[in-house]
């Protein structure tokens, strides 16, 4: 049965649908900490039923906007090197894979660990979207790291190959695809959520205030001022979804974050799986007790 959602801004009743049907999308392009790709379509199943241009403004691994697939979409970041890899996809999908195949055949054709490093030398004295492109998915457990002072990107050599060129270009061929329809721009996210109109969907997946500091310190990030920027988005109808820390330990501690009353209509908790994170940080350690359960929270009612 449909449900009626209230604006704050004009008082003007808004007809949404139960929860759409998303079907899973298991291809990721990039590995990157806090990748949705598993569970994308969980999340995209409480995006309401229609919504005009789908705003992703830490689009990361861009695991949700590839899995709903929208007619029109915009995909930002801050980050100069991700954005890079984004915007080559759009524009260039050929030279992407000409990137990925590049690295490999060093990395294949010398002594692994060591031409791991000199790929990841080469990134921190210049960060580029071309190495980054080949780290993140042959470190270790995909887990891309920066050194809070500088930027500096730590993490060491995996221990599995990455997969073969041919592999990455079929990637490339279906993200190609299902991105179609964005646009990538670097711009912060503030600006990105200020530039929604209403009747926009925007998808907010911020670093994670209790346990990415190494992934993203070298990037300054406030989330009492993301809640100040989504408050002006609900204000003006649009409608945003809010992926952010949600139980640790198999449920057993719920993160505490200063989350303003009435601020969002409806809290779900989904389930992650085993975090990667504490993959690395445990050094390969079992992992039965460190399920990870997101918390998403929306402005809107289904």
């Known amino acids: 049965m449909d449900r009626l959602m209230t ?4 008082g003007q009743q808004l007809l949404f649908s139960n929860a759409r049907v998303v079907d899973p999308f298991k291809m990721g392009l990039l590995k990157w900490i806090g990748n949705k790709q598993r569970f994308a379509h969980k999340i995209a199943s ?22 709903l697939a929208p007619e029109r979409a915009i995909g930002s970041d801050s980050f100069k090197p991700l954005i890079e890899i984004w915007q080559t996809l759009s524009r260039n999908p050929e030279l992407l894979k000409l990137w990925y195949a590049d690295r490999w055949l060093l990395f294949k054709d010398g002594e692994k660990v060591a031409q791991y490093e000199k ?4 990134y921190n004295a210049k960060p580029n979207g071309a190495d980054l492109l080949f780290l993140c998915r042959s ?3 995909g887990v891309v790291r920066f050194r809070q002072a500088d930027g500096y990107m730590s993490t060491p050599c995996g221990i599995h190959d990455p997969i073969h060129p041919k592999s990455f270009a ?6 190609t695809k299902r991105t179609a329809g964005a646009q990538f721009l670097r711009i912060e996210y503030e600006e ?3 530039n929604a109109k209403r009747g926009d969907l925007i998808y907010c997946d911020p670093p994670y205030s209790n346990s990415q500091a190494i992934l993203y310190g070298a990037q300054a990030f406030d989330l009492n001022d993301l809640f100040r920027v989504i408050d002006r988005c609900k204000s003006r109808g649009v409608f945003v979804a809010l992926s952010i820390d949600g139980t ?6 719920k993160v505490d974050l200063p989350i303003p009353p009435g601020l969002f209509e409806k809290e779900v908790f989904i389930d992650c799986g085993r975090s990667m994170l504490r993959r690395f940080q445990m050094d390969g350690q ?9 918390r998403l929270l929306l402005t809107y009612r289904i």
Do not use: Q
Request: hydrophobic share 35%; glycine share 8%.
């Open 192 to 194: 990105a959520m200020e």
């Open 46 to 67: 409480f995006f309401p039923a229609h919504f005009n241009t789908y705003l992703e403004p830490f689009v990361g691994s861009g695991a949700v906007l590839a899995t």
């Open 286 to 294: 079992t992992l039965e007790e460190e399920h990870v359960t997101d």
């Open 170 to 175: 079929k990637r490339v061929d279906e993200w």
């Open 248 to 253: 640790k330990k198999s449920g057993k501690h």
């Open 119 to 122: 790929i990841k030398a080469a």
């Open 7 to 10: 604006s704050r801004a004009e």
């Open 139 to 141: 470190c270790y457990g």
